[in-house]
């Protein structure tokens, strides 16, 4: 379909029915074209394809027709010019940040963050020469402070996986166009239809796709949108030839999943509040930007259409008391993976954030006594009686 024609279209419609490419059968759902190769009429259009005169299929680490559908929609979704898909949330956050940095450069990034996104900035940039400061990204001067002549990037998530920390996107994007600094955002908790990043300033914004975008917890992916430019001149060339390839067999099942994403997020933000609300008076914290308690409950809300499933809460006992109420659930699952249609409930120190050590995790705010709740499409009456029930067991 002629994607001019698909930009006027509000953002549900985007969803299910942006980036669809009909074959000659005229299927409805979209195929699934499980090819690594292409065959051709004949040798010049071969040449053609290759020197980029002729569009077209050539080899599918270079592009695919399914993976290709998606990455439309995902673009039409972001507002995006572009968008290219990796095999992983990782694979989207190192090509997102390694086709664009080399040795001698800086890059700043927000301390709370996900486990790996860490590791990127702690370990893997400096053994390629390229330094990185941690900064507390919910404090605006530090941006600022953090700033030397080789900074080249900004990386954040906003919220922040575990603690929900918001980032001021406004301030930080302005901040970074000033300095001639590129920003880029881990919008993997929020997804286009709750927060659009680069409507704020930012450059690319990279998705795990494993979490809300799939929502149904089945396949592993990642994205990463941004202008054009960037997305040809800097992520292509680095992408093709190093291969983060998403099958398009995943790619068509996070294409079917996000002609749902809108209802999901909305029905989930709803009901992620309710519990919310419902837990905030028996623990010792409560942190959830959708809540006036949470620091930069205001600044969320200007950012973030809702507060998105996702959300922390404290208890005062530590370890013991966050095991004995993991240990006491019957519906909710135990589990670290966030985004699915299935209630999820984890204890970050002993999981997700378990390799940054615990002088790394005290400084994030990941205590001993932190869990995490994804919360997904049950009814909430339901949730609520299961959580009621698993915080009196563990004393709450
Ligand atoms: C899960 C997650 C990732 C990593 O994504 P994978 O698909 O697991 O590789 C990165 N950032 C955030 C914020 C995440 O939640």
Redesign the pocket.
């Given at each position: 379909m002629d994607r001019a024609a698909t930009r006027h279209w509000r953002p549900a419609t985007r969803a299910v029915r942006g980036g669809t490419w009909r074959s000659e059968h005229g299927e409805t759902s979209e195929a699934v074209f499980l090819s690594s190769g292409f065959s051709y009429d004949d040798a010049e259009t071969v040449a053609a394809r290759f020197t980029g005169e002729a569009t077209g299929m050539t080899y599918s680490r270079l592009q695919n027709p399914t993976v290709a559908m998606l990455e439309e929609r995902i673009a039409l979704l972001e507002g995006a010019e572009a968008c290219r898909v990796q095999a992983?949330?990782?694979?989207?956050?190192t090509a997102a940040l390694l086709c664009q940095l080399s040795v001698g450069d800086h890059v700043v990034a927000a301390r709370a963050?996900?486990g790996?996104?860490r590791w990127l900035v702690d370990h893997l940039c400096p053994r390629f020469g390229i330094e990185a400061t941690v900064i507390d990204s919910a404090v605006d001067e530090e941006w600022e402070r953090a700033i030397r002549p080789n900074t080249k990037v900004f990386f954040f998530?906003t919220p922040?996986?575990p603690t929900l920390d918001v980032v001021n996107m406004q301030y930080v994007c302005d901040l970074a166009r000033a300095h001639g600094i590129v920003t880029v955002v881990?919008n993997?908790?929020a997804t286009p239809v709750l927060q659009r990043p680069l409507e704020f300033g930012a450059d690319a914004v990279?998705?795990?796709?494993?979490?809300l975008m799939d929502g149904q917890g089945r396949v592993?992916?990642?994205a990463v949108c941004g202008s054009s430019q960037f997305i040809e001149e800097k992520l292509l060339p680095f992408q093709r030839n190093t291969g983060p390839n998403l099958s398009p067999f995943s790619a068509w099942v996070v294409h079917k999943g996000l002609e749902t994403l809108h209802l999901r997020a909305r029905a989930q933000s709803e009901s992620a509040l309710a519990l919310g609300r419902f837990i905030e008076p028996r623990v010792a914290r409560m942190l959830h930007p959708g809540l006036p308690s949470h620091p930069r409950h205001e600044l969320a809300m200007r950012q973030m259409d809702a507060a998105g499933p996702i959300f922390a809460f404290e208890v005062p006992g530590g370890r013991e008391q966050a095991f004995a109420l993991l240990n006491a659930l019957e519906l909710v699952d135990i589990s670290n993976?966030?985004?699915d249609t299935r209630s999820l409930l984890c204890h970050p120190a002993s999981s997700t954030h378990a390799n940054l050590g615990a002088e790394a995790r005290e400084a994030m705010g990941v205590s001993e006594g932190l869990l995490r709740i994804n919360v997904g499409l049950e009814d909430i009456a339901d949730l609520t009686e299961d959580i009621d029930r698993a915080l009196a067991k563990a004393g709450l």
């Amino acid at each position: 379909m002629d994607r001019a024609a698909t930009r006027h279209w509000r953002p549900a419609t985007r969803a299910v029915r942006g980036g669809t490419w009909r074959s000659e059968h005229g299927e409805t759902s979209e195929a699934v074209f499980l090819s690594s190769g292409f065959s051709y009429d004949d040798a010049e259009t071969v040449a053609a394809r290759f020197t980029g005169e002729a569009t077209g299929m050539t080899y599918s680490r270079l592009q695919n027709p399914t993976v290709a559908m998606l990455e439309e929609r995902i673009a039409l979704l972001e507002g995006a010019e572009a968008c290219r898909v990796q095999a992983s949330g990782m694979a989207a956050m190192t090509a997102a940040l390694l086709c664009q940095l080399s040795v001698g450069d800086h890059v700043v990034a927000a301390r709370a963050a996900f486990g790996s996104c860490r590791w990127l900035v702690d370990h893997l940039c400096p053994r390629f020469g390229i330094e990185a400061t941690v900064i507390d990204s919910a404090v605006d001067e530090e941006w600022e402070r953090a700033i030397r002549p080789n900074t080249k990037v900004f990386f954040f998530e906003t919220p922040a996986n575990p603690t929900l920390d918001v980032v001021n996107m406004q301030y930080v994007c302005d901040l970074a166009r000033a300095h001639g600094i590129v920003t880029v955002v881990d919008n993997a908790f929020a997804t286009p239809v709750l927060q659009r990043p680069l409507e704020f300033g930012a450059d690319a914004v990279a998705y795990s796709a494993t979490k809300l975008m799939d929502g149904q917890g089945r396949v592993l992916a990642g994205a990463v949108c941004g202008s054009s430019q960037f997305i040809e001149e800097k992520l292509l060339p680095f992408q093709r030839n190093t291969g983060p390839n998403l099958s398009p067999f995943s790619a068509w099942v996070v294409h079917k999943g996000l002609e749902t994403l809108h209802l999901r997020a909305r029905a989930q933000s709803e009901s992620a509040l309710a519990l919310g609300r419902f837990i905030e008076p028996r623990v010792a914290r409560m942190l959830h930007p959708g809540l006036p308690s949470h620091p930069r409950h205001e600044l969320a809300m200007r950012q973030m259409d809702a507060a998105g499933p996702i959300f922390a809460f404290e208890v005062p006992g530590g370890r013991e008391q966050a095991f004995a109420l993991l240990n006491a659930l019957e519906l909710v699952d135990i589990s670290n993976n966030i985004g699915d249609t299935r209630s999820l409930l984890c204890h970050p120190a002993s999981s997700t954030h378990a390799n940054l050590g615990a002088e790394a995790r005290e400084a994030m705010g990941v205590s001993e006594g932190l869990l995490r709740i994804n919360v997904g499409l049950e009814d909430i009456a339901d949730l609520t009686e299961d959580i009621d029930r698993a915080l009196a067991k563990a004393g709450l």
